[in-house]
């Protein structure tokens, strides 16, 4: 998503400067961690889900991460 390009973005530019690039706030963590956006359109989406439970999504995510 654009929220995690940008992120990545803004991460290799502290890296660059030597700044720590956590913690992040939490307004930031929650537009790039899909495991906070578990109702959101984008993460069903890439798992192939309209709706559902968080806790089934958060499962499906957990097991598409371990085969990343």
Known sequence: ?????????????????????????????HRTNPFMRLESPEVLGYLGRESGDPEATFKALRLAKDKF
């Open 1 to 29: 998503s654009e929220a995690v390009l940008w992120s990545e973005a803004l991460k290799k530019r502290k890296e660059d400067f030597s700044v720590p690039s956590v913690p992040l706030k939490l307004v930031e963590e």
